[in-house]
């Protein structure tokens, strides 16, 4: 809906991706881990591949966690927007059909967090 | 008034208080001739709100200006008569443990500057309202909110001689993460219009929401042995219940002279509700978190406060054709989670917080499964236990990686889903192209209702991508650039010190030290 003002009111948004410098944002967050308070916001150059993000990236932000070393990434489930993810890790961000400010999750069967609590 | 002579020469009665104050909110007002009202007061009609006659405004309290002055007066004599002697009788020491000084710490730099932004949100108002007697009342009300930012820095300031994180608290809460929880808060309802602002600030901050804010801080300061902020609570206390009256006969008054007013007004207790109760989060985790001796559980305090109080003010209002607000009944069941997801938060942020964390003890621990019987041990115990052991064999849990923010009440995504305490609540908008994220339906609605607000947002974790969180002397093209560690040297913390665990902090040992030397001829040890 407009907002009620006294003049015309519009703004640009505060973050495209031109204002990254280019990089797109990307959430990611870890079902049945929830020891990671929030989701985590990471800008990545879309030409990236996708397998980077699991070999270069995640171990650095969820790898404290006592599952994380039992990963199999061939076993994830991923979501994107809330719907099932197939992405290729071969492949870029880009050629993923990944955009910017996409939201991820991903589920590896079996892990459930710390004493199976989701944490 | 003064005494005046008539023709006769008989000497009149003085005015009384009632006459005084009559004359002061209608004699005084004046509908202007060379200017048209509609420029003098140019935000008065485009929210909608339709006011027919100012004049059925009910004045909430009758206070002339020379009896305003008066009572504050005497007010600070007894504040500022408490507060030396508390700093001069080294008070301090007798807190409960230097631990609940992080509860003052996150006051000063989260709320404190929020009463001198009402301070100017009410002198805003109170020029911008049509109505001479809602004018006087807000100009009251503005400065009492002044008072309230003074005595709270003063007193406050005596800590800050001996305490770390207490030396940039207004540097802080223009820059810092969880700050613009609180700021992005009061911004919004000031850029609102002068209605807005009323049932945002007036109504469902002051009235509704205010006892969760302040007693359990204040509450909290005097269970710990806090005089001096238990002063200036008490100091402010006779002043809020003159800001809950004017809360009140402002929404009365909107839904009693138009009933188109009644769409627009409940939309506003909606936003508002929900948008204070999102700031509420900080409450809850100083509640059951931060006081070494507990006062209630924020869950007790919101089954008071909000269950029974607000449940009851909105039975009234009913009469009105007002609901309560969307968002109440999530609210009321998130009682059993919010501020144990939020300590969490803190805890593994640690090193972004400019106040100290920890893991609850075992007695704590066991206060908080007797207080949260159904969520406590099923859901929260098991993540402070593995810190505890993580803390133990060396290898404290510090999350490195920027969370996902919530667009509206920008607090990290950590909020779980209505009914699954196992589940992150993701919420999406699309707008212009863009994608949007909230983390409740509450702040979706918010968001989806004034998109062009909202996209504005300055959103930390954002802005720290975008480089716009660096100091001046900070290089990013050095081999050994430490994004993190520039964005903590310019939020101004004193690194290493005022960003570290308790366990082992200046605080920590300082206290301890100084406690022993009131007790010892031994020198202080540490």
């Known amino acids: 809906m407009a907002v009620k003002a006294v003049k015309e009111y519009v703004f640009a948004p505060m973050d495209t991706q031109e204002k990254l410098h280019g990089a797109q944002l990307t959430y990611i967050g870890w079902i049945d881990h929830l020891m990671f308070c929030a989701p985590f916001a990471f800008p990545f150059p879309p030409d990236m591949p996708f397998g980077a993000i699991l070999e270069a990236v995640l171990p650095g932000s969820f790898g404290q966690h006592p599952d994380f070393a039992q990963i199999d990434w061939s076993q994830a489930e991923w979501t994107k927007g809330g719907r099932p993810f197939h992405p290729d890790p071969a492949k870029s961000l880009a050629e993923n059909g990944m955009r910017h400010k996409d939201s991820l999750t991903f589920r590896i069967p079996g892990l459930t967090g710390i004493k199976g609590t989701s944490s | 008034m003064t005494m005046t002579n008539d023709a006769t020469g008989t000497a009149k009665k003085k005015l009384g208080l009632k006459e005084r104050y009559a004359l002061m909110t209608r004699g005084l007002d004046w509908e202007t001739t060379y200017q048209p009202m509609e420029d003098v007061f140019p935000y008065a009609t485009y929210e909608g709100i339709k006011v027919h006659d100012w004049d059925k405004w009910e004045d909430p309290f009758r206070l002339t200006m020379d009896a305003y002055w008066k009572y504050q007066a005497e007010k600070e004599q007894k504040l500022y008569a408490i507060m030396d002697a508390f700093a001069q009788n080294n008070g301090h020491l007798g807190l409960t443990d230097a631990r609940y000084i992080n509860a003052l710490k996150l006051f000063l730099t989260g709320v404190t500057p929020l009463e001198y932004m009402a301070h100017r949100g009410f002198a805003h108002v109170g020029r911008q309202l049509p109505g001479v007697g809602a004018r006087v009342a807000c100009q009251m009300q503005s400065l009492d909110e002044l008072r309230h930012a003074q005595t709270q820095i003063h007193s406050m300031s005596n800590y800050n ?72 609570g008490f100091s402010a206390q006779s002043d809020e219940s003159r800001h809950m009256t004017l809360g009140l006969e402002a929404i009365k008054f909107m839904l009693e002279q138009d009933p188109d007013n009644l769409p627009i007004v409940q939309h506003w207790i909606d936003k508002w509700f929900w948008r204070g109760y999102r700031v509420l989060t900080l409450v809850a985790m100083m509640l059951d978190y931060m006081l070494p001796k507990k006062v209630m559980s924020w869950k007790e305090a919101w089954e008071v406060y909000a269950e029974q109080n607000g449940g009851a003010l909105f039975a009234d209002l009913a009469r009105y054709g007002i609901r309560p607000p969307l968002g109440w009944q999530q609210a009321c069941d998130d ?112 968001f989806d209702h004034e998109q062009e607000k909202y996209i504005q947002a300055w959103l930390p974790v954002h802005q720290i991508y975008q480089g716009n969180c660096f100091g001046p002397d900070a290089d990013p093209t050095s081999p050994d650039f430490n994004p993190l560690l520039e964005v903590i040297k310019w939020y101004g913390y004193n690194v290493g010190v005022d960003n570290r665990p308790y366990e082992g902090s200046e605080d920590q040992t300082n206290f301890r030290a100084w406690k022993q030397q009131t007790t010892s001829n031994a020198p202080a040890a540490g």
């Open chain 2, 161 to 232: 001689k001996l305490y770390d994180g207490f030396h940039s608290w207004r540097h802080m809460h223009d820059r810092v993460w969880y700050l613009s929880v609180p700021k992005s808060f009061f911004d919004d309802a000031i850029t609102a219009g002068p209605f807005e602002y009323m049932i945002a600030i007036g109504f469902s901050f002051e009235y509704v929401l205010t006892n969760l804010l302040f007693v359990p801080f204040i509450s909290g300061a005097a269970y710990n042995g806090d005089m001096g902020a238990m002063a200036f």
């Open chain 2, 335 to 446: 009682k059993d989670h919010l501020s144990h997801q939020a300590w969490a938060t803190f805890y593994q942020y640690q090193a972004a917080a400019p106040f100290h964390t920890w893991v609850p003890s075992e007695e704590d621990m066991a206060w908080q499964a007797d207080k949260y019987p159904d969520t406590f041990d099923k859901y929260y115990r098991p993540r402070f236990e593995q810190w505890a052991q993580m803390e133990a064999e060396g290898n404290r849990f510090n999350n490195g990686t920027l969370p996902l923010l919530c667009q509206v009440c920008q607090i990290p995504m950590l909020f779980t889903e209505p009914g699954d305490p196992t589940r992150i609540c993701y919420r999406e908008s699309e707008y212009k192209g863009e994608t949007y994220h909230t983390c409740s339906d509450g702040c979706k609605n918010i």
